[in-house]
């Protein structure tokens, strides 16, 4: 942070739209967040289109020697950040059912995600 | 207004760089405030000062260093980002035994505090890539 900064608390929206694998945005965004948590802003962490597959259980990145992006999603509770909610909408358009997500996901619709972007200092897209 | 600006995107692979570059231009020639730049990702590729191109083609990394220059903008680069990628400013080069400094000095090389920062005191945080 910089001299002249005063402590000062945004609502910052992430909305995470990447798959987990094959590119780094969900990684990104994450250490976004993190990092915004950590600075003790009001968090919401978001997962929609692609980003859904994030969330599924039971991944493993060992075959591409790749860290498994689900388990650091697991421990977004720890840094603070407790809204985290899954798109309705993108989960059925890929099949996806709410026993087959991590723990801790809040499903809602497009109208409750437009209120959280329109309640928020920052939305980061990525 | 207050303005920051995100760079996700590498130089060349896409537009998503010069875009951001002739916002960043915009943002200064319009009389608006730009409270800093930040690269991140692939982004920090943009600072690298050992690039040659082709005399026909825009040196994205000079002009980017040219207008932070010009103008004194705050401009940082993410330094996990930054590191694994090979741009490093002397004293990171220096700590990890690298020899060679590739980071233009125009920016500094900090962390993910300094975009956090960004999005509290900007008017509007906009993302390039």
Known sequence: MTENSKPQKSRITFISRAAPYGQNKANLCLDMALASAVF???VNYIFFGD???QILK??????????????????LELYGIEKIYADRQSLEERDISEPELLPGMQIVDSDSIAKMIESSDTVFNL | ???????????YSSEAASSALR?????????????????????????????????DENNLQQQWND???????DSVICVSSAL????????EADRHDLGTASAYTSSEVAGLGQLVDAAIH???????G
């Open chain 1, 51 to 53: 980003g859904v597959y």
């Open chain 2, 122 to 128: 900007s008017d509007r945080l906009v993302n390039f």
């Open chain 1, 58 to 75: 039971g991944q493993d990145g060992s075959a591409i020697e790749s860290k498994t992006l689900g388990n650091a999603l697991e421990t």
């Open chain 2, 84 to 91: 694994r990628r090979g741009v490093l400013n002397q004293t």
């Open chain 2, 1 to 11: 207004m207050k303005f920051s600006i995100v760079i996700y995107a590498a130089p």
């Open chain 2, 23 to 55: 916002f960043a231009r915009s943002v200064i020639d319009q009389g608006h405030e730009l409270y800093r730049l930040f690269f991140f990702g692939d982004g920090v590729h943009n600072a690298s000062q050992l690039t040659v191109v082709a005399q």
């Open chain 2, 67 to 73: 207008l932070i220059e010009e103008h004194s903008i």
């Open chain 1, 40 to 42: 003790e802003q009001d």
